[in-house]
């Protein structure tokens, strides 16, 4: 069970730290209209996800007989996590264009996450094969994994939005640069266990 928490407690802080189209708004309504705006549009993943998890466990369980297509799967997820760690690797902060971004709201929030294919090739590639296989082992490490990666995906851009109410050159600073390196170096180091579990389900290991 400690895998599944700590593997969404990872993905989630990734997630929630990443620099993306829903990180902007919330930054953005944050401070243009307050604290209580940002923290809205940073709950827009608990009503976007869950439609997008089912589907994907939808298809996953008609895939479930077929190990060499979920290996294949495993495989491009480890490598879409590799290419997020690499991206945080090279974060050099948040850019904001305030006169560009309209004034938004929850609703918009979702909208904008919905519109965003990084959670469809996350929850397909990797989140939704590791609830699958936390299904197997216990319903209490799939409620391990699920509320971890959303508390954190979810918390980690509240806590941006009442950070950045203070100071807007916490984007660009030291400590959330670090940060980002330090996930990056994590979903690394974690791309390298889809890795395996793909080469197992094709049977090259």
């Excluded at 620099?19 to 923290?39: D, Q």
């Excluded at 709950?43 to 008609?62: F, K, Q």
């Excluded at 929850?106 to 919905?114: D, R």
């Excluded at 979810?154 to 670090?178: C, D, N, P, T």
Aim: glycine residues 10%.
């Amino acid at each position: 069970m400690l895998e599944f928490f700590s593997a969404g407690t990872l993905l989630g802080l990734a997630a929630g730290f990443a620099p993306g189209p829903l990180l902007v708004l919330v930054i953005s309504e944050t401070l243009r209209h307050g604290i209580t705006a940002g923290l809205k549009v940073s709950i827009a993943p608990l009503i976007t996800d869950v439609p997008i998890i089912l589907i994907s466990l939808i298809v996953l369980n008609r895939l479930a007989e077929f190990k060499s297509i979920l290996g294949c799967i495993s495989i491009f997820g480890g490598l879409f996590i590799l290419y997020l760690g690499y991206e945080s690797l090279k974060t050099k902060g948040v850019e904001l264009n305030l006169s560009s971004v309209k004034a938004s709201s929850f609703k918009k929030g979702v909208i904008t996450n919905a519109l965003n294919p990084h959670p469809y090739i996350f929850y397909m590639t990797v989140g939704t094969p590791i609830i699958y296989r936390s299904i197997n082992q216990h319903i209490l490490a799939t409620v391990s994994f699920v509320g971890s990666f959303l508390m954190l995906l979810v918390g980690s851009k509240v806590i941006l939005a009442m950070v950045v109410e203070r100071s807007r050159a916490f984007l660009k600073g030291r400590v959330y640069i670090w940060v980002m390196r330090i996930l990056g170096i994590l979903l690394m180091i974690f791309s390298m266990v889809l890795f395996r579990d793909g080469f197992e389900l094709l049977g090259w290991l």
